[in-house]
């Protein structure tokens, strides 16, 4: 399995950006699916994006449609997260994860195997 590191999270203000970090190592992360979720508090984790082992397709959850971008960079074995016009209800912890399956576009949780250890992201109104 494929071990993965989240990054960059922090507090911000509303209208603000972020750009998260996953960085994977142990196995060929060019082959996973890569995902992101988050989970706030109370609430079940969410599907956030979701992006080809290619990177040239990509997925989003409507709530984040038009604010959010997934990328990833393969040489350098990392996912990113870009997130702009930030709002208050994007407060969570967020997860990068790797899908158990090396094609699709899936957006249930449990289709993923990998997680990283997750990130904040608080946005202040």
């Known amino acids: 399995q494929v071990q993965l590191v989240d990054t960059g999270g922090g507090l911000v203000q509303a209208g603000g950006s972020l750009r998260l970090s996953c960085a994977a190592s142990g196995h060929t992360f060019s082959r996973y699916v890569m995902g992101w979720f988050r989970q706030a508090p109370g609430k079940e984790r969410e599907f956030v994006a979701v992006i080809t082992w290619s990177g040239d397709t990509t997925s989003y959850a409507n709530s984040v449609k038009g604010r959010f971008t997934i990328s990833r960079d393969n040489a350098k074995n990392t996912v990113y997260l870009q997130m702009n016009s930030l709002k208050p209800e994007d407060t969570a912890v967020y997860y990068c994860?790797?899908?158990?399956?090396?094609?699709?576009?899936?957006?249930?949780?449990?289709?993923?195997?990998?997680w990283g250890q997750g990130t904040q992201v608080t946005v202040s109104s």
């Open positions: 994860a790797a899908d158990k399956r090396p094609y699709g576009l899936r957006s249930q949780s449990a289709d993923f195997g990998s």
